[in-house]
């Protein structure tokens, strides 16, 4: 079945909620949130035939997190505890998380 970026995008909002509940299981973050515009700018990374279909349906999800998500989360899980943003697409600030004070998992 073809999926639109509308499709897309709801994949991608069940991603982050399944990596944020994931992150906070594992202890590696109190929280993280992220705005409507995420899922949605995390579908335009894929790619579209001309009838506004993926090409590779939803098999270019677990890249694009990977690239933009994972990453973001690998730079601030390496940074001083506190409140951070990653910003994965300037000026958008796209993710928020909160890390656990060290030890407090």
């Known amino acids: ?25 594992n202890g590696n973050l109190a929280r993280l949130t992220w705005t409507a515009a995420v899922p949605v700018w995390l579908a335009s990374k894929a790619e579209y035939d001309d009838s506004q279909y993926t090409v590779e349906g939803a098999k270019e999800t677990p890249t694009i997190m990977s690239r933009y998500v994972s990453r973001a989360l690998r730079l601030q899980q390496e ?16 993710l928020m998380s909160e890390t656990l004070p060290r030890g407090a998992a």
Not at 9 to 21: G, H
Not at 79 to 94: D, E, M, N, V
């Open 79 to 94: 940074s001083p505890p506190a409140q951070w943003c990653a910003a994965l697409y300037p000026p958008f600030t796209l």
């Open 1 to 25: 079945m073809p999926l639109e970026k509308h499709d897309l995008t709801d994949v991608f909002t069940n991603l982050l909620s399944r990596r944020e509940r994931r992150e906070r299981l």
